[in-house]
């Protein structure tokens, strides 16, 4: 009985951790989404392609100061 009892634990905890693999992986998948819809993010992606340390603060400064004033505008139900 008592070796039952470990074995459904086990099946038990076995489980959640696949669902909570399964779950991580689809927020993460939402989130790579969300980032290439972000011009700010599209942007410091493409930073990383530089080599040198100070080329690649300078993009990334740029790319933060050239989306700051663009905020998205969100449409608006018709009345």
């Given at each position: 009985?008592r070796?039952?009892?470990?074995?459904?634990?086990?099946?038990?905890?076995?489980?959640?951790?696949?669902?909570?693999?399964?779950?991580?992986?689809?927020e993460?998948?939402r989130?790579?989404?969300?980032?290439?819809?972000?011009?700010?993010?599209?942007?410091q992606?493409?930073?990383?392609s530089?080599?040198?340390?100070?080329?690649?603060?300078g993009?990334?400064?740029?790319?933060?100061?050239?989306?700051?004033?663009?905020n998205?505008?969100v449409?608006?139900?018709?009345m």
């Open positions: 009985m070796t039952f009892i470990k074995s459904c634990f086990s099946v038990m905890a076995a489980s959640l951790l696949v669902v909570s693999m399964h779950a991580n992986a689809a993460s998948s989130n790579m989404e969300k980032n290439k819809n972000d011009p700010v993010k599209k942007c992606l493409e930073c990383k530089n080599k040198d340390n100070e080329a690649y603060e993009c990334m400064l740029k790319c933060k100061e050239t989306h700051k004033d663009k998205p505008v449409p608006q139900k018709n």
